[in-house]
């Protein structure tokens, strides 16, 4: 009786949209922008480690997946174990974005935020770290710009295979449709678009994510972690059309990283051509990365330092929840302080007191 009447307060609740849980809570400032584009730089008094962390994010999804609520976010413990944490969130592209190609983002916001990192850190290179397809951005920038001031790449649920990325990549490739043919007025992929294209991969997750609610709707930490993940799961943005159309052809119908046709900025690119040490991170229960889309990257980077953490997890377990407080988490901060320099925790550089 006590469960039951938990249930009908938290699904009055749900359904009321009261007391949802606030997310990307970390403090940060932002230190550079360019259109949409803006550079944060999470506030620390716990920097013990360098080069900096800079995380390229995806250009589809919201970036607060990484920070979602206090307690449960990837980059509360990377400001715990001692980094300096810089994110380039690419914001909300509009009609001012339709035209921006994949060589935008590789060759003049990610080197462009590299050098902001420099700038305020005082630091010679970074670390950088790419989640989702910003990790395709990363490797895509880490292979044109052999020399680029990086000490390590990290990357996570990041496809290289596009013809195992299921109906959402097939429709492109096989099933006749042009990205043309879902632009809206704004010349970009709408966030619907993107959604129920992801959707399509597990159709029967809306029914059994809402059996799951109901089975534990009496449990308030379960109602508020649920609220925060599906929330991010439906919020989208728009896919600026030209990288849309340049992902299609090059990434999914030439399934370039596989077949090594890779141009960037008119230049051909190769991943052998990656010699920094690496880290892939995939999950086994990805259902929007399947891990067969993620599992020929390790051999195609170039580096002799490579390394691969496999993970009985999902698309979101890998940096929410307790797979990624337990296991995912503590072993990408393993890889990085090896590769860092230590020093006496103290407040991240270009940071008032």
């Known amino acids: 009786m006590e469960r039951n009447a938990l249930r009908a307060r938290n699904g009055i609740k749900l359904v009321a949209g009261v007391d949802r849980p606030g997310v990307g809570l970390t403090p940060k400032d932002v230190v550079w ?17 360098s080069p900096p962390l800079l995380i ?12 979602l609520t206090p307690g449960n976010s990837f980059i509360e413990q990377l400001l715990d174990a001692g980094f300096d944490v810089y994110m380039v969130d ?32 005082g630091a010679d290179e970074v670390n950088l770290f790419g989640y989702c397809f ?20 990290s990357v996570l649920a990041t496809p290289v295979d596009f013809t195992k990325m299921g109906p959402m990549s097939d429709v492109f490739r096989s ?13 970009n992929v709408p966030p619907r678009v993107v959604v129920q294209g992801f959707r399509t991969l597990t ?3 809306e029914v059994t994510r809402y059996v799951t609610l109901w089975e534990r709707l009496w449990n308030d930490e379960y109602v508020s972690a649920y609220q925060a993940m599906t929330g991010w799961s439906d919020d989208h943005i728009p896919f600026p059309g030209a990288a849309a159309r340049e992902t ?18 008119g230049d051909r690119v190769h991943l052998s051509d990656i010699r920094l040490p690496f880290l892939t991170v995939r999950a086994d229960r ?45 072993e990408i901060i393993g890889f990085l302080r090896k590769r860092s320099d230590e020093s006496a925790p103290g407040r991240a550089a270009g940071q008032e007191g």
């Open 33 to 49: 922008e360019r259109g949409r584009t803006q550079l944060w730089h999470y506030r620390s008094d716990k920097v013990r480690y």
């Open 56 to 67: 390229v994010f995806s250009l589809i999804s919201r970036s607060y997946i990484l920070d």
């Open 90 to 121: 690419w914001g909300e592209p509009d009609e001012r974005d339709a035209q921006n190609r994949l060589e935008d983002y590789v060759d003049d916001y990610i080197p462009a935020a590299i050098e902001r990192v420099r700038e305020i850190s």
């Open 134 to 153: 910003g990790g395709d951005l990363s490797l895509l920038y880490a292979a044109h710009h052999p020399d680029a001031p990086v000490r390590s790449l």
């Open 175 to 187: 099933g006749g449709m042009e990205v043309d043919d879902v632009v809206d007025e704004d010349g």
């Open 203 to 205: 159709p029967t997750s």
């Open 248 to 265: 299609v052809q090059m990434l999914v119908r030439d399934n370039g990283m596989i077949t090594d046709r890779l141009t960037v900025g």
């Open 286 to 330: 990805d259902h929007i990365v399947p891990p067969d889309a993620t599992a020929p990257l390790i051999d195609l980077v170039g580096s002799e330092d490579k390394h691969e953490l496999r993970l009985s997890a999902g698309h979101m377990g890998l940096v929410v929840g307790r797979t990624a407080a337990k296991t995912t988490v503590p």
